[in-house]
């Protein structure tokens, strides 16, 4: 029996035998009220770090999960660092505010820092889970939904303008071609993490699911025969009235040039019988509106955090990525975990940077969770600064930090991990 504390609930990483418990914890977390199927905990299986797999068992029954995988997370300029990615995170709600995933958090970074991850990553459940952990919203997203009899969009036009190709393929063709393609887009892409063969699979329907629909699957050629874009929709048949009225949802697009981009969303938003198109989640400053005649014809049904960021090493981190200009900054990080803390001189140069604890004055104060906001260049320090989030300990410094770490393009996640 559980006194209430949480006390003698037992943390451990679990056992392969103990999956299919571990498993219906994280269905009860997430309020799905049936247990894995067999199918999926054998899918499960070959892909769960079991030395990374936390699990919180009170009288025998699992009550709280925790996992974290290894991930690479691409910076500005296209270098990825390893980071470490935590997911599956349930409290039962019969043991939830006794600490559980207090404790199971201070194993996990403190295993990540061992192992030299540079920072920790996920993508919250609710805003105000994380932020206590030293985690700040590093990525965001946008969704449209496009009115696609609006869009002015030339429909007499069947074949992309810049030349290439676009075809339909099955799931095969994706798992052979599209891996490769999404290696060039992360090189290039900050925000975006890698995606393994599983990945693949699981998005291909190659591994068992209760959710899966099969998809639509388009590829898009260049002129030279190179696979530039993928692009997977579902669609929801409806027809009132003798008229089509057919919603397609994108579940991925991604492309490696601005012409399959544009491609790949000129067909799509074309298509005969499809009268609306669901984005997805897309970078906030996605093309997507731009390319349309009228861009009042997407409204934009969501924006919110995606990827947050747990900086757990600060030179690993500011010296991976790029800057915008060549400049210095000297940041005092605050960190109670010790992880991210101390006072750090960034020197940014055309030729790469360098970060390195000094002991000049503080020219900016924040902690280690605003470092992460910071960190991708897609939050401004001036607007931190603004509502009392970042110290200004030398004025002008928070303007100097976004000429610094801020970017051309915003960072992109296309991925919910
Ligand atoms: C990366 C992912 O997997 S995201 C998925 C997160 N999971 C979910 O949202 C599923 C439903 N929720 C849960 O399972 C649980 O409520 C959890 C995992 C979010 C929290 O677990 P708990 O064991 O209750 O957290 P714990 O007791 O360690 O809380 C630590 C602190 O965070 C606060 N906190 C925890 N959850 C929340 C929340 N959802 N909203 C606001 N504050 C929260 C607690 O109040 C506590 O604050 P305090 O120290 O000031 O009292």
Redesign the pocket.
Known sequence: MSTGTGTDTVIRTIEETELADWLLGVHT??LVSTPATKEEVEARRESTDFSRTQGAFDAGRCV?TFRSFAQRLTLPGGTAVPVSA??????SAT?????????MMETDLRAAKERGDAAAT?????Y??YG?FGFGPAVSVAAWEVDTARTGLDRRRSAPECGGRLDFVDGAAVRELAPALHERVRATRHGVVDRDERWWRFATGDLPRTDWTEPFQVLYRSPDGSVDGLLTYTVDETWVAKRPQNTASVRDLVAATPAAERALWHFLLTADWVMTVKTGPRAPDDILPLLLPDPRAARITTQADCVWLRPLDVPALLEARTYAAPGSLVVEVADPDGYAAGRWLLDAAEDGASCTPTDRPAELSLTAGELGCLMLGDESAVRLAAVGRVTEDRPGAAARADTLLRTSRRPWCPDIF
């Open positions: 977390g997430f709280g935590v997911t599956n995170v349930t409290v043991h939830r505010r006794r600490g559980l995933l207090s404790r996920l993508t919250a459940a609710e105000p889970i206590r």
